[in-house]
């Protein structure tokens, strides 16, 4: 979730350490540091989040569709943190190579695709299920649409996260490692390269 501050009227400012999903379809509850007073309710206040911690989430977030894309297999698990991200991959006693993985990562963020979003009905996620790439999360269902999200051209799947533009602003990544958890498990750990 979001970081960031909330700033009363009275020049206050209570630093918000994370943001979550509440109850209601539009509800979210700013979790604040340790031993900050929560303002009254009904109080006033001005949210800002931490841009660039957000920035950072979005871009390694787009990455991971991308690695989805690079090596087409059912994904197990995933993580998505603002310096690097994971992916765990149903992939029965494959090789994989760090360095190939990476070089073709750069080359499809170097080609600046775009990247966007829409809607499908619950129906229509069903008639296609190949659209879901994970294997233990599945879409929300049952509030009669799912969003899709599509680095065009190259992958389209359901996905309820931030995520950059075009993939020119994700930056250089590098494979920093590859760990086999399990009989078919493997996990790609990605990181933003060094500038």
Sequence with gaps: GDTGMLRLPDGTS???TNAIKGDGPDAVIHVLEPGAAAP??????????????????????????????VLPYPVTGGQVAEDKGRLDFDIPEATLDKDAIAAKLNELIAADHQVGMR??????????????????VKPPTGHGKVRLVEVVGLDLQPCGGTHVGRTGEIGRVEVVKIEKKGRINRRVVVAFAAA
Excluded: F, N, Y
């Excluded at 841009?51 to 989430?57: K, N, V």
């Excluded at 809607?119 to 790439?133: G, R």
């Design 119 to 136: 809607w499908i009905t619950d129906e229509e996620l069903a008639a296609q299920p190949d659209l879901v790439k994970t294997m233990a």
């Design 14 to 16: 209570l630093r918000v």
């Design 40 to 69: 009254a309710v009904g109080s006033k206040v001005t949210a800002t989040i931490d841009w660039d911690r957000r920035h950072r989430h979005m871009r390694m977030h787009t990455c991971l569709h991308l690695l989805s894309a």
